[in-house]
């Protein structure tokens, strides 16, 4: 049973999409080659893989199965063609890249030294937002984006964990108390972004298998993690802070982990890009290049907390 990639790469837009119009746009593809890849693929499966409706289009049980390993396999092959790919064409033009001011300023300001030397025919354009960028609309080549990831079509790469604390300042903490349950944060000042739909985020705290969600109140929104660092270390009250970011300050007693037996779930880090079908050699070398200079354990993936003994403050 020899089964056609191009077909699978089609049932991997249909189902992502839930439409065959939409992976048709998506693929450059006429509806009606849409439609004869997958009856091809059923064909050969000797399966179905969709139920069709004259509004609708909804996986089978065997087609949740086929696309749950087939992204993965499909990204596989994409990065070993990305990988050879290399070799044929030297990166040069100019890239785009979308990302939020913290992560600019504290991680692409020092990797894209590295990055510029060893392509000197690429330029970069850097937008850094708060807002997560429209790729297509804005033409922007790959964004580096935090959080969860909206099923949008686009094609994501980790490139790690960052881990989060919750934090304050001694004095905002001599002068509110300090929080002994999760539910005191009630009552405390809060600083926070907000969520992309510009509603109050939610705090999820877990210890072991105990979970709690609190909604603190917000004396200040914001969307930016380096403001909300400088008005946590004001004193302006409690907050997630990056571990990179915070801990060194924890460690020289300047701010305090609030509740300490609580944690925050790890935030994903993420580069996001349109499609590897069409990706430019240039955003191939890009994302390679991320992925060989952030390693776990070092600049933003590191947590000075967990290298040094911490003692609490007196």
């Not at 999409?17 to 439609?35: C, E, I, N, Q, Y």
């Amino acid at each position: 049973m020899a089964v056609d990639l191009n077909d699978l790469r089609v049932f991997e837009r249909v189902a992502a999409l839930g439409s065959f119009s939409a992976a048709g746009k998506a693929l450059t593809m006429p509806k009606s080659s849409v439609s004869r890849a997958i009856s091809r693929l059923e064909e050969t499966l000797a399966i179905r893989l969709f139920q069709r409706t004259t509004r609708e289009v909804s996986l089978t049980a065997a087609g949740e199965a086929l696309r749950e390993r087939c992204g993965a396999l499909l990204a596989g092959i994409d990065d070993a063609v990305a990988s050879t790919a290399r070799f044929a064409a030297a990166p040069r033009g100019k890239l785009t890249i979308s990302a939020g001011i913290g992560f600019g300023i504290n991680v692409l300001g020092k990797q894209l030294p590295g990055f510029l030397a060893r392509y000197p025919e690429v330029s970069v354009a850097i937008d850094l937002t708060s807002r997560d960028a429209e790729l297509v609309s804005e033409q922007v080549d790959v964004a580096i984006r935090m959080g969860s990831l909206a099923d949008s079509g686009l094609v994501a790469t980790r490139l790690g964990m960052l881990t989060q604390y919750l934090c304050a300042a001694r004095p905002y903490l001599d002068r509110h108390g300090r929080p002994e349950v999760p539910a005191d944060l009630l009552s405390h000042h809060a600083i926070e972004m907000p969520t992309r739909d510009g509603r109050p985020r939610p705090w999820r705290l877990v210890r072991g298998d105990e979970e709690i969600r609190i909604e603190p109140h917000l004396r200040v929104e914001v969307n930016d993690a380096l403001t909300i660092c400088a008005l946590i270390g004001g004193g302006v009250g409690i907050g997630p802070l990056s571990a990179y970011l915070c801990g060194d300050n924890i460690l020289a007693g300047n701010l305090e982990r609030v509740l300490p037996d609580w944690s925050l779930p790890p935030l994903p880090v993420n580069l996001v890009f349109s499609s590897w079908r069409e990706v430019s050699p240039v955003v191939r070398a890009f994302v390679d290049y991320m992925r060989e200079a952030n390693v776990a354990g070092k600049d933003w993936l590191g947590d000075p907390l967990m290298k040094e003994p911490h003692q609490p403050q007196s």
